[in-house]
């Protein structure tokens, strides 16, 4: 499956040569654009890999643009830079993940670019998953806890035998305890008010 890619160039020739260099390394240009605004309103993670960022562009240097990508997405940006440049310009993002690649572009180097920028994002996205999924297992904790507690105070259990009272809920009625633990705070919560 090929890497999806935003090209921002203003120069017509570049991009003859850019998406010839992105082929033959596993990427598909969908759409090219010259300008900030333009490459900020396509730069959506759900469609693209890669932003690659052929500086300069129509209204500037590319590395605001560079660095609003990377922090408003999870696409994998590449700025291609002067060479006299470039040494600066990384300094300035590196703490942003975007990856300079000095013109004129050694087909080697690129191609190791275009590969830490993916190594990189899937790892992104592995932990912004598990992030996710952490978030999630607190919250269901709290509530499932919220309803322990509603039991233990209305029923006078244990806090034991709420959790066991939770589970036979879940279980009786074949639901998750989430939902159980939800059901009982919708009973019990009313009656405290």
Avoid: W
Avoid at 23 to 42: K, L, P, R
Avoid at 77 to 101: N, P, T
Avoid at 112 to 133: C, F, H, I, T
């Amino acid at each position: 499956m090929n890497n999806k890619v935003l090209l921002v160039s203003k120069f017509s020739a570049a991009v003859n040569a850019l998406k010839a260099l992105l082929e033959e390394n596993a990427c598909e240009v969908e759409i090219v654009v010259s300008d900030t605004v333009s490459a900020a309103a396509y730069a959506d993670d759900t469609i693209y890999d890669i932003v690659v960022i052929n500086s300069p562009i129509d209204d500037g240097d590319g590395v605001d643009l560079a660095v609003k990508i990377s922090k408003d997405t999870i696409c994998g940006v590449v700025l291609l830079v002067s060479s006299e440049k470039s040494g600066f310009i990384a300094k300035k993002v590196i703490d942003y993940g975007v990856i300079v690649v000095a013109k004129p572009i050694n087909k080697m180097l690129f191609r190791q670019s275009l590969g830490v920028v993916m190594a990189a994002k899937k790892r992104y996205v592995g932990l912004r998953n598990e992030n996710e999924r952490l978030k999630s297992s607190i919250e269901e904790t709290k509530i499932v806890n919220r309803a322990k507690f509603l039991l233990m105070q209305y029923l006078s259990l244990s806090e034991e035998r709420a959790h066991k009272y939770i589970e036979k809920q879940a279980m009786d009625m074949r639901i998750s305890k989430l939902e159980a633990a939800r059901q009982i705070l919708k009973t019990y919560v009313s009656h405290e008010f």
